[in-house]
């Protein structure tokens, strides 16, 4: 009943920004924290940062800077706003969400990815 659905991807110049939304629909009791993931060809999945029920975020290093997340509680939505993007970041990324929901236990849900594709 819980789905987590992302938008926003899609192919920008480099230099360019996107702004990539994750949303929850369904039976969601608590969305608590949430984390954005990328993957790109041939590399593992790496995380990007998260953010907390209470708004508190955090970032990989190596993301810091040009990558923000923000969560708009009224409209179980979370943002990953993308700035400066470079070439090497051409991935897919992942919204990943931990969820209470109908049977009143968190479950660890994933969207179904989007892909960012940057051109130089």
């Known amino acids: 009943q819980v789905q987590l659905v992302e938008s926003g991807g899609g192919l920008v110049q480099a230099g360019g920004s996107l702004r990539l939304s994750c949303v929850a629909s369904?039976?969601?009791?608590?969305?608590?924290?949430v984390r954005w993931y990328v993957q790109a060809p041939g590399r593992q999945r790496e995380l990007v940062g998260y953010?907390?029920?209470?708004?508190?975020?955090d970032y990989t290093d190596s993301w810091k800077g040009r990558f923000t997340i923000s969560r708009d509680n009224a409209r179980k939505t979370v943002y990953l706003q993308m700035n400066s993007l470079k070439p090497e970041d051409t991935a897919v990324y992942y919204c990943n969400a931990d969820i209470v929901d109908h049977t009143h236990r968190e479950y660890d849900y994933w969207g179904q990815g989007t892909q960012v594709t940057v051109s130089s």
């Open positions: 369904g039976t969601v009791f608590s969305l608590n924290t």
């Open positions: 953010i907390t029920s209470g708004g508190s975020t």
